[in-house]
């Protein structure tokens, strides 16, 4: 199966900032990359699938990037509710498999 | 909007088995554009896709799990359930439901996106 790592495990950002998220495939998943939020307590919460395809009602600060192997999420000016796990996930190998997380924290 | 919440014991003794129900609103289980899914995260690793059953009651379960786990769905009730078998501490996780806005158009088809979730609940093995 394909492993997703994620770097880096912890992001220390202030509000405002750009974060940069990064997911690395062990072998080629194409574009079929997904990230998720996942805020204590609350729901996940589908951000981006296949790469760069925002979901409904994602704002337009968030965006994906990468193809291959190598993927990134970028949020471009964070908000106070944007501090919370990133996940990556892909899905062009069998089964559907999770990167480990981010962790954007407050700075 | 499709919400979903996961509901079931929060502990379960080793060797018997977890069993979980996700109840389901805005959507429907046997609507054919839906793919209904488990996953879980155990205490301080990632995230493992368990399985999946569509409208039709057709499953796929992740191999890492043999033969221990049964997905089934209640549509009289619009809900999805999971068990899991013979279970240890290795099981001890938060599980969440899921679900796949299922469709194709021309050669591209939307599964294995997860779509919409459950907060996910604590199972613990002890």
């Known amino acids: 199966e394909t492993v997703l790592t994620q770097s880096p495990a912890t992001l220390s950002l202030s509000p405002g900032e750009r974060a940069t998220l990064s997911c690395r495939a062990s072998q080629s998943v194409s574009t079929k990359v997904a990230w998720y939020q996942h805020r204590p307590g609350q729901a996940p919460r589908l951000l981006i699938y296949d790469t760069s395809d925002r979901a409904a009602d994602i704002p337009p600060r968030f965006s994906g990037s990468g193809g291959g192997t190598d993927f990134s999420l970028t949020i471009h000016s964070l908000e106070p509710d944007d501090f919370a796990v990133y996940f990556c996930?892909?899905?062009?190998?069998?089964?559907?498999?999770f990167g480990p997380g981010t962790r954007v924290e407050v700075k | 909007q499709v919400r979903l919440q996961e509901s079931g014991p929060g502990l379960v003794k080793p060797s018997e088995t977890l069993s979980l129900t996700c109840s389901v609103s805005g959507g429907s289980v046997h609507s054919r554009n839906y793919y209904w899914s488990w996953i879980r995260q155990p205490p301080g690793k990632g995230l493992e896709w368990i399985g999946d059953i569509n409208s039709s009651g057709s499953t796929n379960y992740n191999p890492s799990l043999g033969s221990r786990v049964a997905i089934s769905v209640d549509t009289s009730k619009n809900q999805f359930s999971l068990e899991l078998n013979s279970v240890t501490a290795a099981d001890t996780a938060v599980y969440f439901c899921?679900?796949?806005?299922?469709?194709?158009?021309?050669?591209?088809?939307?599964?294995?996106?997860?779509?919409?979730w459950g907060q996910g609940t604590l199972v613990a093995v002890s």
């Open positions: 899921a679900g796949t806005l299922y469709y194709t158009l021309g050669t591209y088809i939307h599964l294995y996106v997860f779509d919409y």
């Open positions: 996930q892909q899905r062009n190998d069998w089964p559907p498999t």
